[in-house]
């Protein structure tokens, strides 16, 4: 399975971005689907993810109200409003060994390349 993540970009403090990604096979439409970022000198953190059917979205903290996770079979999205400088990071999308959600990079079969996200202030 491959995964291949787009829509990344320079933007400034307060404005909005929308990632996509999608799964090569149809092996991604019966599992758990999630996004991940990684910044600079940072591990990789978990930002959102949503089960198999496209319900039960689950976030981080940092994210909730401002990010919104969907998905359309094998390929998932994240809408990013209120973009802030601590959300530069590249972000990755990621297949789930199960078909619900986790937070957890071990439940996590599949990786995509990234695509960088920058905020400026």
């Known amino acids: 399975v491959q995964l291949q993540a787009s829509g990344g970009g320079l933007v400034q403090a307060g404005d909005s971005l929308r990632l996509s990604c999608t799964a090569s096979?149809?092996?991604?439409?019966?599992?758990?689907m999630g996004w991940f970022r990684q910044a600079p000198g940072k591990e990789r953190e978990f930002v959102a993810a949503?089960?198999?059917?496209?319900?039960n979205p689950i976030y981080a903290d940092s994210v909730k109200g401002r990010f919104t996770i969907s998905r359309d079979n094998a390929a998932v999205y994240l809408q990013m409003d209120s973009l802030e400088p601590e959300d530069t990071a590249a972000y990755y999308c990621?297949?789930?060994?199960?078909?619900?959600?986790?937070?957890?990079?071990?439940?996590?079969?599949?990786w995509g390349q990234g695509t960088l996200v920058t905020v400026s202030s």
């Open positions: 096979r149809r092996t991604g439409s019966n599992n758990a």
């Open positions: 949503i089960d198999w059917r496209g319900g």
């Open positions: 990621a297949v789930a060994l199960r078909p619900v959600p986790s937070t957890t990079t071990s439940n996590y079969r599949y």
